[in-house]
């Protein structure tokens, strides 16, 4: 490990003058940090922790959420509001790690978590041009069963690893940010982004910049909604395919539709074209299906990833279904 100091922010002020030092990270439950750390991965020379600010979830005044940034993972899945009214972001942070680390985890360090790509975890003897860029991806002619099918590129294949990400996306969250220039917000379907040509650059953030907080907007299709995760054993496994979902139905026909997935691109997938083609069709499987094939039909799967496809569609067909006959969908 590289030496490096740390300190405690008193305020957002307070950590913004101290990100000041070059080299300087923020530090939040420190889950994915200290381990690319100890693999000398990242180099921080200086770390801030910002874990005793905006650790609160208030209620905003149009029925939202306000979800401070270093709310732990833990807080947030119980949060009784969460629960009643986003099931589906509970269910996507218990699915995630183990409960020692989202009892640790922040919302903002969640949210930065960088890829499991392996290869990008092996400094010593892989190429990788997210690490080392324009040295090659040893991932695209080697094992990348856990990789992307949507939206990949030529330069990087990796996936993003969260799942609470993908509720988010589904949920048309905000990230809000702030630095020495001033405040501003983030779509959170826009704060990741894909590989292209620069796998290094993987998210809309400033260096110098904190996450203050995450906005969660009210939809009351939410209340219907819900996320699975499809992994190679129960727990503590990284999502091979995952869907958040929300739907809601009115005498049988689908009147409003969230859907995003996860373990299939390098961002938390927005599937915006499984939405539109739900809504006004009825809540059938054949529906289901369509959707599910209209959101894949650009899939660009590689040899040992293409199960995924077949995996995806009948994961979002289930998911779908399953909602479709709880109580709550015709509400
Ligand atoms: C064994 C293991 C299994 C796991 N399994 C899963 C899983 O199945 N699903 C899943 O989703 N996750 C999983 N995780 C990942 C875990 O959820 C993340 O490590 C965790 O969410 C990161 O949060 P943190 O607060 O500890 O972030 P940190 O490690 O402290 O920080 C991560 C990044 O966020 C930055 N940062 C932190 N706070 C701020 C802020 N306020 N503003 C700007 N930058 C900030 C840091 O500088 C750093 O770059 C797993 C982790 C481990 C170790
Ligand atoms: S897939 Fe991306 S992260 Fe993995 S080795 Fe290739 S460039 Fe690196």
């Not at 690490?131 to 991806?137: L, V």
């Not at 001033?182 to 650059?201: K, N, Q, T, V, W």
């Not at 915006?272 to 369509?290: H, Q, R, S, W």
């Not at 650009?298 to 479709?324: D, H, Y």
């Amino acid at each position: 490990m590289t030496p490096f100091t740390y300190s405690r922010a008193a305020d957002a002020a307070d950590a913004m003058k101290r990100i000041g030092t070059p080299g300087a990270k923020f530090l939040g439950g420190g889950t994915n940090l200290i381990d690319l750390m100890r693999e000398t991965i990242e180099r921080p020379t200086a770390l801030i922790d910002v874990t005793g600010l905006s650790d609160t979830v208030t209620d905003t005044a149009d029925g939202g959420l306000m979800i401070g940034a270093a709310v732990k993972n833990t807080a947030l899945a119980a949060d009784r509001r969460v629960r009643e009214r986003y099931p589906m972001l509970t269910r996507a942070i218990v699915a995630g790690a183990s409960a020692q680390i989202r009892n640790m985890a922040t919302v903002a360090g969640n949210l930065l978590q960088r890829t499991r790509c392996t290869y990008f975890y092996d400094a010593d003897g892989a190429a990788c041009n997210k690490r080392n860029p324009g040295q090659g991806c040893d991932a695209i002619g080697g094992f990348h069963r856990y990789h992307a099918i949507l939206g990949a590129s030529k330069q990087c294949i990796a996936t993003h690893p969260s799942d609470m990400t993908v509720a988010l996306a589904a949920l048309d969250a905000v990230v809000h940010v702030q630095s020495d220039e001033g405040a501003r917000r983030i779509a959170l379907s826009d704060f990741h982004m894909l590989p292209g040509a620069h796998p290094e650059r993987e998210t809309q953030l400033g260096e110098k910049e904190l996450i203050t907080a995450i906005e969660l907007p009210p939809a009351d299709v939410a209340r219907n909604s819900t996320y699975r995760k499809v992994r190679d054993r129960s727990s503590y496994a990284f999502a091979l395919i995952s869907v958040a979902a929300a739907l809601k139905v009115e005498d049988g026909i689908v009147a409003e539709a969230r859907l995003a997935l996860g373990g299939v691109a390098h961002k938390p997938w927005r599937a915006v074209a499984a939405e539109a083609a739900l809504i006004g069709k009825p809540a059938d499987a054949a529906a289901f299906t369509a959707a599910a094939d209209a959101e894949l039909a650009s899939a660009a799967p590689l040899p040992l990833n293409a199960f995924k496809v077949e995996l995806a569609r009948r994961t979002i067909v289930a998911v779908l279904a399953g909602l479709s006959a709880t109580p709550g969908a015709g509400r």
